[in-house]
């Protein structure tokens, strides 16, 4: 089934059950107020939803018309965002012109950060950014939504707690980054509000695209409506979901409703922008940066300026968007602009 | 007025009113269900709230008795928990050793970052470790909680947006701080699960001892029933709290129910252990760890071993803890003991 959140004037918004082709809704108010009250009662929520989900796919429910910009993101506030780096090749990219630490100890366990996940950004929510000059880019992601997971998980039990899949943009301020790393705390100020796709799936819906712990599907980016990059989430992700969940309980057990992101989709290439009809590209600007500074001994695609529209969809092999677009504008916050 | 999160079974707990000496508690359920749910519509519950503390204090309501082990944490689970670094003596003693990086720098904008706060620590609940040998230490800070602000927040919104204090525990692994430093993503794996103390205030609760955004009061901890340390935290705390909100909104806005934490709470002296009955000692044992190595060449405080106890509280003049006591054991995770 697919799930969404609808604008309600409140901050976790409500739960809504979406048609498969993504054209109509139901409410689920029935079941479930909101998402995280789902994932809270999942054994029972989850039959519940699956039939409304069914009547409303076999035309039982007429439901009402579904757009994008209905939405809130799945869970516009959650208790845990947890984004890794599943993808190597992501990492070697944007690495390989700083000096790289130790890319042999990064390949036995999955780098991680503790994201913001206070004000998580609806799909078609700007990209808010507080002044011009910050380097603002994307990155596009898959992600997934965990039920509890104990401290010291099993991948069985890592792989079990995965309830629902969806995509996000993980909004990275450039030149911010090195200010936070350097200060040794990590990633703050240059990660403000990830953005979220509007609906989200729960495996079986996915059919043989959701393998593996991986969702085999293009995750497509198009930035002012050009080609941008359109990887295979599937292709590269050396970490799978599972990996990453059991790396993220070290330590800690996971609460319910936790997000874990996937990293920048990454698949190894040797192409440098523009992007052919057939091609591969990126999935952050920094890649694409860092490759034409290697063949060309300098960055010439530029970060995102105010205005400046980014795209991100994952797409099955009919090219139709699994869960919506994310579809942002660049803009300077009005406070300082 | 001072408010508490009691256990029901459920993951948010049910939000109680608790009266000025901690003796007694009434439930504050028809006023808003959960902490969070007060904090959602503040403006409207906080004269609610207060009306119901001031009847429990005057006694016109009997209510039930209160104690520790009654409470989860004030927000067992919280969309946002950041942990700054305001005490620079704290990062002084800490990193002394290590070959401090640009502390010039870290005077003019405070250090912070992003904690996990889906599964937040009641003030009676174990420290968790997953095994034994990985240097395990509490961190005593003081904690507020905010309501929304803005992106690029004034001071003066940073200050008008604190609704709540209290103090926390910030346990943390300090075998690996290294290793998460080293990643540069910034702490994860060494920081498990914080611990809260059973009770939050409101500014107006705590008179004079709340000004310049400070907690003007001694954090007392004792470790194994041995007086580790009683640093004011009014003092030495180089950014106050509405400091680091500011600094925390520098790229995004903070959603309701932001935590921030002070950082571990450090005075200047150059006290050794054990500390005398007027001393004022250290609210971490890596720094008192720290400050062996200078003065003796080596280390003699052990890091905290299972069974070992804590207790953490802010305490006023007369010694009362004003939020309750935090009082944990450490114990090893089953799952691998």
């Avoid at 969404?4 to 409140?10: E, P, S």
């Avoid at 059950?17 to 809704?25: A, E, G, I, K, Y």
């Avoid at 992501?90 to 780098?111: C, F, I, W």
């Avoid at 200010?179 to 609906?199: C, E, I, M, R, W």
Wanted: contains cysteine; charged residues 25%; proline residues 4%.
């Amino acid at each position: 089934m697919k799930l969404a959140t609808l604008r309600n004037g409140r901050p976790d918004g409500q739960l809504v059950v979406v048609s498969r082709d993504l054209t109509r809704f139901v409410s689920a108010g029935r079941i479930a107020p909101t998402l995280q009250a789902a994932l809270d009662m999942w054994e029972e929520a989850a039959p519940l939803l699956q039939n409304l989900s069914d009547e409303l796919n076999a035309g039982g429910i007429a439901g009402q018309d579904f757009e994008a910009g209905l939405a809130l993101a799945p869970l516009p506030r959650a208790y845990q965002w947890i984004d890794a780096a599943g993808y190597l090749g992501h990492l070697e990219r944007v690495r390989s012109l700083k000096g790289s630490k130790d890319a042999e100890l990064q390949s036995h366990s999955p780098l991680m950060y503790q994201g913001g996940s206070d004000s998580l950004s609806a799909a078609t929510d700007a990209i808010l950014i507080p002044e011009d000059g910050l380097a603002t880019d994307f990155e596009a992601e898959v992600a997934v939504i965990t039920g509890p997971v104990p401290m010291r998980a099993t991948k069985a039990e890592a792989e079990a707690a995965i309830r629902l899949v969806t995509v996000c943009n993980d909004v990275s301020l450039r030149r911010l980054v090195v200010d936070d790393l350097q200060n040794g705390f990590g990633f703050f100020h240059a990660k403000p509000a990830t953005a979220f796709a509007p609906v989200v799936a729960t495996l079986d819906e996915l059919g043989d695209i959701w393998r593996d712990n991986r969702l085999h599907a293009r995750v497509q980016v198009d930035v002012n409506e050009k080609l941008f990059g359109q990887p295979n989430a599937g292709e590269g992700m050396h970490f799978d979901f599972a990996d990453l969940i059991v790396a993220a309980t070290q330590t800690r057990q996971l609460g319910c409703g936790t997000i874990i992101g996937s990293g920048t989709v990454a698949n190894d290439h040797d192409e440098v922008l523009p992007i052919k009809r057939d091609g591969t590209g990126f999935a952050c600007i920094a890649e694409a940066r860092t490759v034409e500074k290697m063949k060309f001994g300098k960055a010439l695609t530029p970060f995102l300026n105010p205005g400046d529209r980014v795209r991100i969809a994952a797409r099955d092999a009919e090219g139709k968007a699994i869960f919506g677009a994310i579809e942002q504008v660049v803009e300077v916050s009005l406070r300082d602009a």
